[in-house]
């Protein structure tokens, strides 16, 4: 279980551009949970996924896992049972390096490195089955470079890399923002399919209200660094993208927008 707890978080403190973007901020997300998050720019979604991954530190507040306080750990430590794909399909995977060799970083991600070869060829038989799942012929590309690949394929083997160890927490950045919506579609079943074989805790952030509102069991939506809906379960069945587009609207207005 993820717990964040009291979060304060100020940036460019002691300055005439200081801003607090969350005061007193909580959520709790169960194990096994997918959750899909949805606010306007300057919302605090992307702060709150900087803040759980150690990009950005809290000032004051804890960061739980599993009763487990991490606020202290650097951000290579809580990587080692976090996965992350972010927005830009050339995070997340080494462009220089071929398929053969990114699978086997992250296949070794959290383990000691010595002076042996980094590519164990004696999994590649599982990296080539693993490619295959997501259907778009990779496993007979094991020895191309991955910065040839197209946006959407990079992004799928950056999913893939993402769950190739075990971790406890899935962190998609608007992981489909940048790709085609064909390309976005066939992202996002294969996202649902991962989080739901292999059971990891998904916290997504997306400004596609669609996705939001089809994919994951909980719904959120931020706004000045608060929760302002929170729906799960048979409320959040009832929701539908013109729903929220009408709550979006009203924050507008009230905002003077």
């Known amino acids: 279980m993820l717990e964040l707890k009291n979060i304060q978080k100020y940036y460019n403190p002691g300055s005439v551009?200081?801003?607090?973007?969350?005061?007193?901020?909580?959520?709790?997300?169960?194990?096994g949970q997918f959750v899909a998050v949805v606010g306007s720019n300057g919302s605090g979604k992307t702060s709150m996924l900087n803040l759980i991954c150690g990009s950005i530190d809290a000032d004051r507040g804890q960061i739980l896992i599993n009763g487990r306080d991490i606020a202290g750990e650097k951000e290579f430590q809580r990587h080692q049972r976090i996965g992350r794909v972010y927005q830009d399909p050339s995070k997340g995977t080494c462009p220089s390096m071929n398929i053969l060799e990114n699978m086997s970083i992250a296949d070794n991600k959290g383990k000691k490195y010595g002076l042996g070869g980094?590519?164990?060829?004696?999994?590649?038989?599982?990296?080539?089955?693993?490619?295959?799942?997501?259907?778009?012929?990779?496993?007979?590309?094991?020895?191309?470079?991955?910065?040839?690949?197209?946006?959407?394929?990079?992004?799928?083997?950056?999913?893939?890399?993402?769950?190739?160890?075990?971790?406890?927490?899935?962190?998609?950045?608007?992981h489909t923002a940048a790709l085609d919506p064909k390309t976005a579609d066939i992202i996002m079943k294969l996202t649902d399919r991962i989080v739901h074989e292999k059971k990891v805790t998904t916290?997504?952030?997306?400004?596609n209200l669609r996705y939001a509102v089809e994919y994951g069991d909980r719904l959120l939506m931020m706004h000045d660094g608060k929760i302002i809906l929170d729906q799960t379960g048979e409320d959040k069945k009832r929701m539908d993208p013109d729903h929220i587009m009408h709550i979006f609207n009203e924050i507008s207005v009230e905002c003077g927008n």
């Open 203 to 207: 916290i997504m952030v997306t400004h």
């Open 17 to 31: 551009n200081e801003m607090c973007l969350f005061d007193d901020f909580n959520l709790t997300v169960p194990d």
């Open 118 to 174: 980094g590519v164990n060829k004696a999994r590649t038989d599982y990296y080539r089955d693993q490619l295959k799942i997501l259907g778009l012929g990779l496993e007979d590309k094991m020895y191309t470079q991955v910065g040839s690949l197209s946006g959407g394929q990079r992004q799928s083997l950056a999913l893939l890399m993402s769950t190739m160890t075990p971790i406890d927490f899935l962190i998609l950045d608007e």
